[in-house]
């Protein structure tokens, strides 16, 4: 089975502070993607990246960046935590094309 | 703007009736299809995908797509309250670079 695992399932961050959500697939997927998920707004690609060092801004990139040294491992950075970052990161890996994807079990991030 | 709408519900159905989910999408060139289940809280899961036209069956899952008209379903036959969840429709926009664009979702409700 294709795993797919999120470092931390809650986590609650001070505003100001530098938040680094990590990300690790076991399937030597070249595709990651980086999602938050708030109620009634749905998924919202943050940044992906196709290869190694590679990396693409999604729809809602601005306060975040990512980070992909490792074909494996993928990073998102909030640079300076802010409460409107409170939400549901998902990670999500994939096959280059035509290939659904496999998302981790979630960090719930709550800004205070 | 490429787009695929999914009507959010809740659709409520009695157990054991055939639950219909229904899915629009705007980009002619998408390929692949694909139906994920999130319960509350959880991360989505991959339940479902179609490529060709016409039906394609699992258990009591049937996906349809029909490419002509840009629709895609899913049928839950013999539904059951542990089917009660959000069911989110997804597709690679044309030129298909991996990433997948995800409708809303339609909340599906099976009382007992």
């Known amino acids: 089975d294709v795993k797919v695992t999120q470092s931390s399932r809650y986590l609650v961050k001070r505003t100001g502070e530098k938040v680094f959500l990590e990300c690790v697939q076991d399937?030597?997927?070249?595709?990651m993607f980086w999602y938050r998920q708030d109620p009634g707004l749905g998924l919202r690609l943050i940044y992906f990246?196709?290869?190694?060092?590679?990396?693409e801004k999604g729809d809602i990139p601005e306060g975040y960046s990512v980070s992909r040294e490792k074909k494996e491992r993928f990073s998102l950075i909030l640079e300076s935590a802010s409460t409107n970052q409170t939400s549901m990161y998902l990670c999500?890996?994939?096959?280059?094309?035509?290939?659904?994807?496999?998302f981790g079990s979630g960090t719930r991030l709550t800004v205070v | 703007q490429k787009e695929v709408e999914q009507n959010s519900g809740p659709l409520s159905v009695p157990e054991g009736a055939i639950a219909s989910l229904n899915c629009t999408y705007s980009?002619?060139?998408?390929?692949?299809f694909f139906w994920y289940r999130q319960y509350s809280g959880k991360s989505p899961e991959l339940i479902m995908s179609?490529?060709?036209?016409g039906d394609k069956e699992d258990g009591r899952f049937t996906a349809q797509l029909n490419k002509a008209s840009q629709y895609v379903s899913l049928l839950i036959r013999d539904s059951q309250p542990s089917d009660s969840a959000t069911y989110l429709c997804?597709?690679?926009?044309?030129?298909?670079?991996?990433?997948?664009?995800f409708g809303q979702g339609t909340t599906l409700q099976v009382k007992p």
């Open positions: 990246s196709y290869d190694v060092k590679m990396k």
């Open positions: 179609i490529y060709s036209n």
């Open positions: 980009d002619r060139g998408s390929q692949s």
């Open positions: 999500a890996s994939s096959q280059p094309r035509g290939y659904g994807y496999t």
């Open positions: 997804a597709a690679p926009p044309s030129g298909n670079t991996g990433k997948l664009i």
């Open positions: 399937m030597d997927h070249e595709n």
